[in-house]
C-alpha cells in the first residue's frame, strides 16, 4: 500500500469509524448473563453514550480503555497511527515478533508523539540458547534482550515488561529471571513488570501470585476455552491481590474453519471476556482499519446481545482453529513431538493467515523432519476432536520454507 493510499485509509476510518461512536449506544434485547461456566454472573456495563469504558490496571493504576492493541500480526504503521488517534492508548508487542520489525515499525509510529499519550507493553522470553547458563548469566541475557527492544523501539523505557510465555510455576518463579525483571523495574527501563501465559493459564497465574513479585499478566482468555471458569477464577485471585489483568487470545482463533467460511463474532468475543470486570483490558489484534472499526466498536458498550450469545455457540461442541493447550495430546504422542505449540502455530497460520508468525514459531521448536511419517497411526488424543497427525503433518512442511521468503 503507498504512503498516499495508507493516509487516504486512515483519513476515511477516522471519519467514518471514530465520529459516530455515539451510535454504538445500547443494544436492544440486553442480555445480564454473560454465560461464563454454568454460573451465569452477567458483567454488562456501558460507559455514556461515545465515552469509552477506562478501566484501572490493577495496582499499577495505569488506566486504560477496555480495548487496547495487539500489534502482533500488523505490519501498516498507518492502522496503528489510527488505532492511538482513535483513544487507545496501550500497544502490545514483543521482542520476537517479526523479528524485531514489530517494535521498530511502533517506535516509528510513537516517534515525536507526547510520551504519556500512549503506552507500550513488551516481552522477553526463553530461549533455547540459554539453557544451562547460570543465574548471572541468564540475567545478563535477558537484559541484553531488553535493551535491544528499547533500542528498536526508540525508547527509554516502556510501561509493562512481560516474561513471555510460561506454562509452568517454575518458569514466573525463577528467581534469576524475576531479579533481571526487578532490575529493569528499579533502573526506569519499564515501569511495571508482568509475565504471559496461554497454556496451564490457572495455574500459572496462581504461581504469578504467589510470586508476589509482579504487577500484571498477560493472560489467553476466551469463550472457547473448555477451562474458562477455572481461568476465571484464577483472574479474579490475581485481581484481588492487585495484579492488572490483561486478555489475550481473545477471538479464539478468528475461525471456525481453516477454510474461513466461517468466522468467528468478533465482537461477541470481545464482549464476552470484557463483561468479566476483573479483566481491565484486552488486546486483539487487528491489521486492517475496519477490523480496527469493529474491535473498537465495543469500546463504550460491552452488552451482549441474545444473537451474539448464539453466534458464540457456547455449550456446542465445536473444535474450531483454537487449541486449548491443555496438553492432554502429549502423553499420547511416542516421539514426544511439541504438539500444543504446532497447533498454536496451525492456528496462526490458518485462523490468523500470518504465516510468518506460524513458520517462526515452528522453527524455533525441536522436531525430526517428517515428524509423523514412522507412525502407521497416531495415539495423541486431542480434547478438542482435532485430527492431530493431519494438522501436525501440515503445519511442519513450514520448515522447509526459508525464513528470508516472509521477511
Not at 522453527?363 to 517428517?370: M, P, Q, T
Amino acid at each position: 500500500m503507498t504512503k498516499k493510499n495508507n493516509e487516504l485509509g486512515r483519513r476515511s476510518f477516522l471519519k467514518k469509524g471514530l465520529t459516530g461512536l455515539a451510535a454504538v449506544g445500547a443494544v436492544p434485547g440486553v442480555v445480564k448473563a454473560a454465560a461464563f461456566g454454568s454460573a451465569a454472573t452477567g458483567q454488562a456495563a456501558a460507559a455514556a453514550p461515545g465515552k469509552p469504558i477506562i478501566r484501572t490496571l490493577g495496582k499499577t493504576g495505569l488506566k486504560v480503555p477496555v480495548v487496547s492493541m495487539g500489534v502482533m500480526n500488523a505490519d501498516n504503521p498507518a492502522v496503528v497511527q489510527a488505532a492511538l488517534e482513535s483513544g487507545i492508548t496501550l500497544l502490545d508487542t514483543a521482542a520476537g515478533y517479526q523479528r524485531g520489525r514489530n517494535e521498530q515499525m511502533i517506535g516509528q509510529v510513537v516517534k515525536g508523539r507526547a510520551r504519556d499519550s500512549f503506552m507500550i507493553a513488551t516481552k522477553v522470553g526463553r530461549d533455547r540458547s540459554q539453557q544451562g547458563l547460570d543465574d548471572a548469566a541468564l540475567e545478563q541475557s535477558f537484559l541484553g534482550r531488553f535493551d535491544e527492544c528499547l533500542g528498536r523501539l526508540g525508547l527509554d523505557h516502556v510501561e509493562v515488561l512481560y516474561l513471555h510465555n510460561n506454562t509452568t510455576a517454575e518458569h514466573v518463579q525463577n528467581p534469576a529471571i524475576i531479579g533481571a525483571l526487578q532490575k529493569a523495574k528499579k533502573a526506569g527501563k519499564a515501569r511495571f513488570i508482568g509475565i504471559t501465559t496461554h497454556s496451564n493459564e490457572p495455574a500459572v497465574i496462581r504461581a504469578t501470585i504467589e510470586a508476589k513479585a509482579y504487577d500484571v499478566i498477560l493472560t489467553a482468555y476466551n469463550f472457547g476455552q473448555e477451562h474458562a471458569a477455572e481461568v476465571r477464577k484464577a483472574v479474579a485471585e490475581a485481581a484481588a491481590a492487585g495484579l492488572g489483568i490483561v486478555a489475550m487470545k481473545t477471538q479464539a482463533g478468528v475461525y471456525w474453519d481453516k477454510e474461513k467460511q466461517q468466522p468467528i463474532n468478533m465482537r461477541a468475543a470481545l464482549k464476552w471476556v470484557l463483561n468479566d470486570p476483573n479483566v481491565a483490558t484486552a488486546i486483539p489484534g487487528f491489521t486492517t482499519f475496519d477490523q480496527l472499526k469493529e474491535d473498537w466498536s465495543v469500546v463504550s458498550d460491552i452488552t451482549l446481545t441474545p444473537q451474539e450469545l448464539k453466534d458464540l455457540r457456547l455449550g456446542e461442541q465445536v473444535s474450531g482453529l483454537y487449541c486449548q493447550q491443555c496438553g492432554q495430546c502429549l502423553a499420547g504422542c511416542p516421539k514426544g513431538l511439541p504438539i500444543p505449540d504446532l497447533m498454536r502455530s496451525y492456528m496462526y497460520a490458518y485462523g490468523y493467515r500470518n504465516l510468518q508468525a506460524a513458520h517462526e514459531l515452528v522453527g524455533s521448536l525441536d522436531f525430526a523432519e517428517n515428524p509423523c511419517g514412522s507412525c502407521a497411526s497416531c495415539t495423541a488424543v486431542c480434547a478438542k476432536g482435532f485430527d492431530v497427525a493431519d494438522r501436525v503433518r501440515d503445519i511442519s512442511r513450514l520448515r522447509a520454507v526459508p525464513g528470508d521468503f516472509f521477511a
